[in-house]
Structures are given as C-alpha cells and as structure tokens.
C-alpha cells in the first residue's frame, strides 16, 4: 500500500511528498542533494496549530489558558509520534545510511517531524481546507 493510499490523499505534485518524507541525513549522504523535510517541518508546525487552535476556539467555550494548555497537549511530539505509526510513516520516510543503522526510522521525533511535513506538503498541494480534512480524524481521536 502507498502512503497516499493510506492517507487517502493523491499529491498533485509529487515533489511535496518526497521532500517531506527526505530526512536530512539522506539529503546529506545522496549526490543529487535533494532538499530534506526541515522548512516542511516549520511550516506543517504552524498550519497544526492553526488547524487546532480555529478547532478548539469554535467548539468550546474554554478561557485562553485552558485553550493554550489543551491545544499544547494535541499539537505535540507524542500526538505526532502516534499520528506517524497509524499511517505506518516511517515505512516511507527516506533515511541516510547511518540513521538507518541506528534505528532512526522507529525514533519518535523523526517520525512527528515527517508527519509535520506531511502536514505542509498537503497544505501546499492542495491548501488550507483539504488540510483540515487530513488532518482533522487524527486530531479527534
């Protein structure tokens, strides 16, 4: 099964996925240098927090405190990690030789972080609404 398979997401542009699943080791260790998932990361970053943040504003009544404390405990690296391993991500995600050897595939923070890019890599393909609809089933679970 492809990951857009089990996304349920076909990129338009196919270079949107490659970058996001391309760690920074691979980039480094591979002669054509292809740009790794680090400004992905940024970006997903920030559209998950919107994403969330118009989530919980609109669907309850909670003071800003409470809302920053539960929106920190959604958009997190253990949210991420967990998002990653339902979708099988790190079966997908292109690693140096190196991390390879090292286990870097089933690391936690390397799997969230491709799930971010994978948030901005669906973003730009297809913008803010098609978004939310990836990513709003893993955020009610």
Known sequence: MTLEERIG????NK??????LTHSSYSNESKERPECNERLEFLGDAVLSI????YLFKSSHLAEGD????RA???C???LWGWAKEIHLGDYILLGKGEENSGGRERPSIQAD???ALIAAVYLDSGMERTRQFLMPF???
Do not use: G, M, P
């Open 67 to 70: 809302l920053t404390k539960l």
């Open 139 to 141: 955020v009610l679970r």
């Open 77 to 79: 690296e253990k949210s």
């Open 114 to 116: 491709a799930f971010e």
């Open 15 to 20: 270079k949107y996925l490659k970058r996001a």
């Open 9 to 12: 997401y076909q990129f338009k």
């Open 51 to 54: 994403i969330v943040s118009d």
């Open 73 to 75: 405990s959604i958009v």
